[in-house]
């Protein structure tokens, strides 16, 4: 074979295998696009447009401020494919992404006509500005004004219109949502505030009482029981937050319980069994106590007997189960779905039907409180907490 022959059936091999390792390539690529679930041009275009939504999501859920704003206008920007977008409170415009930022001003005097679709030009003496034309759509929170949003473009475009109002509505509901979160803070914390005001005149008064009885007998006694009390209302009357560790709930639970030994002697037999690993198990603030000062009510102060309450925490893999029990005189299954449903009357306080709402409210309906209870029969109640929650992180 001639040198030259040699030289054509080499570069035919070189041509075959760049061939083949193209192919390949493009194999692979279409193989990984196809695992990844998103192989046609529709299904990718889908995806980038859902998890771009989803990134401008989180910044707009903590309420419309300068910050959040500029966080969201740059992922909202690309959904639109504009060259610029704007995002405004009711005064001011708060955050412009992309190009002909000197436009603010003129953009901001279209402010006070945002209540509902406008589109204006925009003059410019810089020939090279991309922004000529714009469209200002506003934003509602429970049907009330709640700002607008401004996409830019170098000419009029109806597409442009109806994506900008499709985004705005949108940012709506994010916006909305955050009133939502609010108004649900509020009631949660009205909720506990409820359950201090309960705790308050009651439980300080007798804790008081007792503590004055060993001043004169026993005054080493009468200081020890103070600095519990000073422990356990300073942790219930805290303002740090709506949740808590099971090892506080259960340092502050307690100290109720010193409290209540001092009342009621060697009337009251008081067990508890904790597993060590549940104890940094999150949970709502003031979420345990109440349902020990329901097993000390229904287990003593009812009763002439002695009473045992016992306290039980346990592991039981992905959650934490908590059972508080008493031997108490118990109640009458009607009587308890009175109390669950706030309707046990003006001396049954808010305990139990508190705590059940709260815990639905935080882990789903199938957290509630699970009690099982009868004249005579002693009550106990039972609660389930996921160790790992989102909504619970302190």
């Known amino acids: 074979m001639t040198a030259l022959g040699t030289v054509v059936l080499a570069v035919a091999a070189l041509g075959l295998f760049a061939l083949g390792a193209a192919l390949g390539h493009a194999a692979a690529r279409r193989q990984q696009e196809n695992q990844a679930g998103v192989g046609t041009p529709v299904e990718r275009a889908t995806f980038h447009t ?52 000197h436009h603010r001003a003129a953009a901001a005097a279209h402010l006070a006509h945002a209540t509902r679709t406008r589109t204006f030009t925009l003059t410019c003496p810089d020939a090279r500005c991309p922004v000529r034309w714009g469209v200002m759509v506003p934003l509602t929170v429970d049907g009330r004004p709640g700002g607008a949003l401004a996409a830019f473009a ?16 949108w940012v709506s509901v994010q916006l909305e949502l955050v009133d939502l979160d609010r108004a649900r803070s509020s009631v949660i914390e009205a909720e506990i505030k409820a359950l201090r005001a309960q705790i308050s005149p009651h439980f300080i008064y007798n804790s008081l009482a007792s503590i004055a009885s060993f001043v004169r007998t026993d005054p080493e006694r ?13 942790y219930s009357f805290r303002r740090n937050g709506d949740f808590t560790t099971l090892a506080e709930e259960l340092r502050s ?64 893999g992905t959650e934490a189960r908590v059972v508080i029990e008493d031997d108490g005189v118990g109640m009458d299954p009607q009587r308890l779905r009175d109390l669950l449903r706030g309707r046990g009357g003006p ?25 099982e209870t009868g ?19 302190r």
């Open 154 to 169: 170098g000419h009029e475009s109806a597409v442009v219109v109806r994506a900008a109002e499709e985004v705005a509505r």
């Open 347 to 371: 001396s049954a306080g808010i305990g139990l039907s508190n705590v059940d709402m709260r815990l639905r409210q935080v882990y789903g309906d199938d957290h509630g409180l699970v009690i």
């Open 375 to 393: 004249l005579g029969a002693g009550t106990k109640i039972t609660v389930r907490l996921p160790k790992f929650h989102p909504g619970s992180a």
């Open 50 to 101: 859902l998890h771009t939504a989803s990134l401008a999501a989180p910044p707009l859920r903590a309420g419309l401020t300068p910050d959040t704003a500029r966080k969201a206008a740059r992922r909202l920007r690309p959904l639109l494919g504009t060259v610029a977008l704007a995002l405004a409170d009711e005064e001011a415009v708060l955050a412009w992404d992309g190009a002909g930022d």
């Open 222 to 234: 009468a200081r020890e029981l103070l600095l519990e009390f000073a422990d356990f209302t300073r």
């Open 253 to 316: 639970i307690e100290q109720y319980l010193e409290l209540a030994r001092a009342r009621f002697g060697r009337r009251l037999e008081v067990t508890l069994r904790i597993a060590p690993e549940v104890l940094p198990v999150t949970l709502p603030f003031l979420c345990l106590q109440p349902l020990v000062e329901n097993a000390l009510k229904h287990g003593l102060e009812e009763s002439v007997d002695r009473g045992r309450i016992t306290i039980t925490a346990e592991d039981e």
